[in-house]
């Protein structure tokens, strides 16, 4: 009799064929959600962790208590780190000890979180390190946020994509936003959310299939890296598209292939003009033959908008009763660095208002009224000369009898000049007074000094900076991020 020993790298697994050979690590509240997913529909004897630095999250989860972490309750006390990485590096930093066995004594470690988050992101950086130290490969199976939950978590979801790609072996990304529009999540937000953890868990499972699953037909991890795999330059945003479908064994293939197409995903016709690859998974009962296979993906084939390659993968599920699951995913290849479906168009901005002008021509039509009538040009064309005020000396040695009397043709040329020089306005004052006052002599026009009109304050439309691209606050028909004088119409003299 010949025995048979394990001796290989392998060897203390429980079951080379499944179980130990992936381990699927659900990461943050979306792996947690993903997970679940996974055992409430999933296939048996799967090896599923989850962990999280949320105690209700945890608590909550579905997986079996042995299988759940929490993580850093020392440190945030089972509150989360609510978007904080730094945070959350610090929580893995902490939890080391407890983290190192979960990347050893498996083939494919494939991890499933949420892009967008802290904890989930944190923890894929330090596992996929793990599980290149200790030889395994590592998928990670991401979605990227809602481009309603800000800027901030979209930035921080690719800069996640960036440094994943440099160490895990493959990276599958998909899109929240891709189910903004389906009826379901139009009612009721949380429907969409479902139906991406939905559709992320039949990720998993099919990614579990082709790269370890013993079948009809067979596929490996190279054919994964080859789709998935980190790209040089360029990075791929969304490269990923998912639809599962499954149904009797006996149904027609051509109504299996229309509920599939009709999937939220594949329904998008944005997307074929992006995936240039798929890979195509299939497994069912013990009476799933060969034939069976060919007529669903000839029927797939058939009705695909694009012919694109096709890669299958069938294998048989004991488990299963006359049932068939099919699940279809989607790749780029093309290094093109954003998504244009997914990327929202940048806002037009608003044309640059020229500023306001005022209006010179009432004003020179005025001075040009209040302008004298010129008068001829004396015969010396000297300047005038300025009137220095008089002083107690001048004034004692000039006499009363002698002092000339002012001019009106001067007072009138000095009115002339349109700006005065200050130390003459005094002079000019008093004289005015005293030519005006009681004692002026009989028959002597009196001077009256010249008093500018009045103008309105001209102001520039000043620009609003950082909230130009904002909405206005109005309130009650009024603008309110305008001045008060400008809203009510106060005229401010100068």
């Not at 730094?86 to 892009?115: H, K, Q, T, W, Y």
């Not at 998935?228 to 945003?237: I, K, N």
């Not at 244009?340 to 002008?357: C, I, M, S």
């Not at 006052?437 to 102001?459: L, S, W």
Request: charged share 25%; net charge negative; aromatic share 4%.
């Amino acid at each position: 009799m010949i025995e048979f020993t394990q001796d290989g790298p392998f060897a203390a697994k429980a079951d080379p064929l499944f179980p130990g050979r992936v381990r699927v690590i659900g990461l943050g509240q979306t792996g947690i959600a993903v997970c679940d997913q996974i055992v409430l529909h999933g296939r048996p004897l799967q090896d599923i962790w989850v962990l999280d630095s949320d105690q209700q999250a945890i608590e909550g989860s579905i997986v079996p208590v042995s299988n759940r972490h929490l993580l850093g309750g020392n440190l945030v006390h089972g509150l989360g780190c609510s978007g904080d990485l730094e945070l959350a590096r610090e929580i893995v930093a902490i939890e080391e000890d407890r983290l190192s066995p979960l990347a050893n004594a498996c083939d494919f470690l494939i991890l499933v979180l949420g892009l967008g988050g802290s904890t989930g992101v944190a923890l894929a950086e330090h596992l996929t390190q793990l599980g290149r130290k200790s030889g395994a490969k590592v998928i990670a199976v991401g979605v990227q946020p809602f481009s309603f939950e800000g800027l901030a978590r979209r930035e921080k979801s690719i800069s996640a994509i960036t440094d994943l790609r440099r160490e895990a072996d493959s990276v599958l990304v998909l899109a929240h936003d891709r189910l903004a529009e389906h009826p379901a999540a139009v009612k009721n937000i949380r429907h969409g959310y479902h139906l991406m953890h939905q559709l992320m868990a039949q990720t998993a499972q099919a990614l579990a299939q082709v790269v370890c699953k013993r079948g009809l037909i067979q596929l490996s991890f190279a054919d994964v890296r080859s789709l998935y795999a980190r790209y040089a330059g360029a990075e791929v945003l969304e490269n990923c598209w998912a639809a599962h479908v499954e149904g009797d064994i006996h149904d027609c293939s051509e109504d299996l292939v229309q509920r599939l197409l009709e999937s939220p995903l594949l329904n998008d016709e944005s997307i074929w003009k992006l995936a240039d690859h798929a890979i195509v998974a299939v497994s069912g009962a013990a009476d799933l033959g060969l034939s069976d296979v060919q007529e669903l993906v000839g029927a797939l084939k058939d009705r695909l908008p694009v012919n694109i390659p096709i890669a299958t993968s069938a294998s048989l599920d004991e488990d299963e009763d006359e049932k068939v699951r099919m699940t279809v995913l989607l790749a780029t290849t093309a290094p093109v660095p954003l998504d244009p479906a997914l990327t929202p168009a940048p806002e037009p901005r608003p044309a640059k208002k020229p500023k306001p002008v005022a209006d010179t021509a009432p004003l020179a039509g005025l001075k040009e009224a209040l302008k004298p009538a010129e008068a001829p040009a004396p015969k010396a064309a000297a300047p005038v000369k300025k009137i220095a005020p008089p002083t107690p000396a001048t004034l004692k040695k000039a006499k009363p009898a002698q002092a000339p009397a002012p001019k009106p043709v001067e007072v009138a040329h000095v009115q002339e000049e349109e700006e005065v020089p200050a130390e003459t306005e005094a002079d000019v004052e008093t004289e005015a007074l005293t030519e005006t006052g009681p004692m002026a002599p009989v028959g002597k026009t009196p001077v009256r000094r010249h008093v500018a009109k009045q103008e309105e304050m001209e102001f520039e439309s000043a620009t609003r900076g950082r909230f130009e691209r904002t909405h206005e606050t109005v309130y009650r028909g009024e603008n309110l991020d305008q001045p008060t004088f400008r809203r009510r119409g106060v005229v401010i003299k100068i």
